[in-house]
């Protein structure tokens, strides 16, 4: 997937700007932009990307993002079929983060937002009662623009206060793929997203950037303070505990759709970077669900 710049021009004249998208299916755009976005999907399934995280997605989540960190939302097979009914519906609020301005950001009673907005960076899914969160933010389409500030505030108070919510991005990751600059770091991520599924050779991905394996080795774990290898491990990790929440699939088979070679060493990398075995995390997820 090539990552895309997104230029949300229409907040140039307003402070918060919201956006009813309803369509056949989201845009399947790996992309990132200058303004924090806090969505609510109304309709529709699909796998999320953000950062280094890949998950099902379902109707009725809450997420928040932080400005520049890279998303999509992918929906099913099933809504790309020819004939296909399905329709996928969800809410996108935009706004800088200091759209407030930053004195105002930084009182002692903006601390909690404070404090939310740089959660944000990495992502966040909130998994509590979001019944009447997602209400306000359906509410502030039919808001004038100085309504949508204050409710907003209103919003991200309300958020900043709830405890049941989940960090999708590990630290770092993601502003460090807009705050490197690097167009050869750019192809190589490209490159990791579009074949994770396939065996990746070091040396091969280190021609991709035009470095020898020992400097690109160097440079990748500077910026993105991990080892090519972890990265990998990561982002095919999050993929398998997509395939498990799906239940469609055995663990064998997750094992080798993932991007793994054999089933011993994707337990263990399984186990090393959710702290769960591939049954336990399922076992717990349904438990929660």
Not at 9 to 30: A, G, I, P, T
Not at 192 to 209: D, G, H, R, S, T
Request: hydrophobic letters at 40%; charged letters at 25%.
């Amino acid at each position: 997937m090539k990552l895309h710049f997104l230029d949300r021009s229409d907040l140039q004249n307003k402070s918060v700007s919201v956006h009813h998208n309803k369509y056949k299916n989201f845009l399947k755009v790996w992309h990132y932009h200058e303004q924090l976005e806090l969505v609510v999907i109304l309709k529709s399934t699909g796998t999320r990307f953000v950062g280094d995280s890949i998950e099902k997605f379902n109707e009725g989540e809450v997420i928040l993002l932080g400005k520049n960190l890279p998303h999509m939302w992918l929906n099913d097979d099933m809504y790309f079929e020819k004939d296909s009914t399905l329709e996928a519906e969800a809410i996108a609020v935009h706004f800088k983060e200091h759209f407030m301005g930053e004195y105002f950001l930084n009182t002692p009673e903006m601390a909690s937002i404070q404090a939310l907005l740089k959660r944000s960076r990495r992502g966040i899914k909130f998994s509590g009662n979001n019944k009447k969160i997602i209400s306000n933010i359906k509410n502030l389409i039919n808001l004038n623009d100085f309504e949508k500030v204050i409710k907003i505030i209103e919003i991200l108070h309300a958020l900043a206060k709830e405890e049941v919510y989940t960090l999708l991005c590990n630290e770092g990751l993601a502003s460090s793929i807009i705050k490197s600059k690097n167009k050869k770091l750019d192809k190589v991520y490209s490159y990791v997203f579009n074949n994770f599924k396939e065996p990746i050779i070091l040396e091969e991905v280190a021609k991709i950037a035009n470095m020898n394996p020992s400097a690109f080795s160097r440079l990748f774990k500077k910026v993105n303070r991990k080892t090519f290898t972890k990265y990998i491990n990561e982002i095919r990790i999050g993929y398998s505990c997509k395939l498990l929440l799906e239940e469609k699939y055995s663990i064998t088979d997750i094992c080798y759709e993932s991007g793994f070679n054999n089933l011993s060493n994707f337990n263990r990398q399984f186990k090393a970077i959710t702290k769960y075995s591939p049954s336990e995390y399922l076992k717990n997820h349904i438990k929660t669900v």
